[in-house]
């Protein structure tokens, strides 16, 4: 089985700040994982991806992900934040091996970034 | 660049009834994706296609049937709507080579 776990339901900080949206997975083997945002009335934008290599890796809009193998996460980080930014912040996980191809997804994190 | 289309955009119907969910993409992807988005909560996959022909069952795919009959179509049925499935129901598509996946703007189902 495969789950993502995003802990924080909603996270709040203003505009400057630094933000660092958590998320944690289950899966048995070397899983694929990606940050999607949603911003207010539309549909799911990529962010970033790790599939393999370098465990910090850099995505759109300034945001960058690292992944922790040690403790099975993939935590998403920007500095400084912006007040654009306020959006839902979905982690994603994508199995391989025999789950190629199946995507499970946090239940998502709504950043407010007050100005 | 490429489109997601999925039609209609709002879809009501009754309880009971059997409604389809169409979507379309032209970026040329082997595998397309189903989820449903319940307000405030994620995303639940419900069924996905790797290629044309192929289904693929996700966490959430009872009460529901696929159809991937062209590459560039991937079709939902609600084989009998109920009140609790109310939620907006988004088609997505994967790049093979960069493993990003592309979503529609997404038909919200409301069920009276």
């Known amino acids: 089985a495969q789950s993502v776990d995003q802990p924080d339901a909603h996270v709040t900080l203003y505009e400057g700040a630094s933000l660092e949206l958590r998320c944690s997975y289950s899966?048995?083997?070397?899983?694929?994982l990606f940050w999607y945002v949603q911003y207010p009335g539309q549909s799911l934008q990529f962010l970033l991806k790790y599939i393999t290599g370098d465990a910090v890796v850099k995505g759109t809009k300034g945001f960058e992900a690292e992944f922790r193998k040690s403790n099975s996460s993939f935590n998403l980080k920007k500095s400084p934040a912006h007040w654009s930014d306020s959006a839902k912040y979905f982690c994603?996980?994508?199995?391989?091996?025999?789950?190629?191809?199946?995507?499970?997804f946090g239940h998502g994190t709504i950043l407010r970034v007050h100005p | 660049g490429g489109i997601i289309t999925q039609t209609p955009k709002f879809l009501i119907g009754q309880e009971g009834q059997k409604l389809t969910l169409k979507c379309q993409q032209n970026f040329n992807h082997d595998t397309m994706y189903w989820y449903r988005q319940d307000s405030g909560k994620g995303l639940r996959l419900i069924y996905y296609s790797i290629t044309e022909n192929d289904l693929q069952k996700g966490d959430l795919s009872e009460g529901y049937d696929a159809s991937r009959e062209k590459k560039s179509s991937f079709s939902l049925t609600v084989t009998s709507a109920q009140k609790n499935e109310m939620a907006v129901f988004l088609c997505a598509s994967k790049d093979k080579f960069s493993y990003e996946q592309y979503f529609g703007p997404g038909t919200r189902l409301t069920v009276l």
């Open positions: 899966y048995s083997a070397a899983p694929y």
């Open positions: 994603a996980l994508e199995g391989t091996g025999a789950n190629t191809g199946k995507l499970t």
